[in-house]
Antibody, heavy 119, light 107 residues
Framework: QVQLVQSGAEVKKPGSSVKVSCKASGGTFSSHAIGWVRQAPGQGLEWMGRIIPIVDLSNYAQSFQARVTITADKSTSTAYMELSSLRSEDTAVYYC????????????WGQGTLVTVSS | DIQMTQSPSSLSASVGDRVTITCRASQDISNRLAWYQHKPGKAPKLLLYAASRLESGVPSRFSGSGSGTDNTLTISSLQPEDFATYYCQQYYSSPLTFGGGTKVEIK
């Protein structure tokens, strides 16, 4: 199993961007896709996108396509999710999660990062 | 996109009860379904994958079944630590989609 440790809580203004990190330790990183899932207050889980670090290939949910960028640094086993043009509806807990090798469900999750968007 | 509909959205049950949660997909997902348990302030935890395969370390009171579009998660004898919200997730096609969740509360 891998441990995923995310960066801390953020408070952002509407219109700004946020970048959340997810550092993996204790297991393989590059060959497993890392996905990002968010949970807005009182809502369910929503998949945002993923990256396969070994080939640096990302794909995104249509609803986030224009605003999200997911990257990875293989040298530090860290994935990043950047969300731009923030609005109040983006207030949520953002999770990174590791996909089972070659199959897109998640066996390891980060602890979550609360992003609050408020003026 | 494949829509995942869970029911009920919440339920109240007692310790020892048998609990069943249903997850219906908008199209056939060929058993490409995972179930997660989510407690407040914690990361979701994988319970089952491929609709019925128990993740290592998960108690055997959890089981899953399904075919085509309809899947169920059953907890055979509810324990105090099982009070949580449960989500299904299809991984048949992108985008990955989750059900709306079922909150299991203490009666």
């Amino acid at each position: 199993q891998v441990q995923l440790v995310q960066s801390g809580a953020e408070v952002k203004k509407p219109g700004s961007s946020v970048k959340v990190s997810c550092k993996a330790s204790g297991g393989t990183f590059s060959s497993h896709a890392i996905g990002w899932v968010r949970q807005a207050p009182g809502q369910g889980l929503e998949w945002m996108g993923r990256i396969i670090p070994i080939v640096d290939l990302s794909n995104y949910a249509q609803s986030f396509q224009a605003r999200v960028t997911i990257t990875a640094d293989k040298s530090t086993s860290t994935a990043y999710m950047e969300l731009s043009s923030l609005r109040s509806e983006d207030t949520a807990v953002y999770y990174c999660a590791r996909e089972v090798l070659g199959i897109p469900y998640f066996d390891d999750w980060g602890q979550g990062t609360l992003v609050t968007v408020s003026s | 996109d494949i829509q995942m509909t869970q029911s009920p959205s919440s339920l109240s049950a007692s310790v020892g009860d048998r609990v069943t949660i249903t997850c219906r997909a908008s199209q056939d997902i060929s058993n490409r379904l995972a179930w997660y348990q989510h407690k407040p302030g914690k990361a979701p935890k994988l319970l089952l994958y491929a609709a019925s395969r128990l993740e290592s370390g998960v108690p055997s009171r959890f089981s899953g079944s399904g075919s085509g579009t309809d899947n169920t998660l059953t907890i055979s004898s509810l324990q105090p630590e099982d009070f949580a919200t449960y989500y299904c997730q299809q991984y048949y096609s992108s985008p990955l989609t989750f059900g709306g969740g079922t909150k299991v509360e203490i009666k």
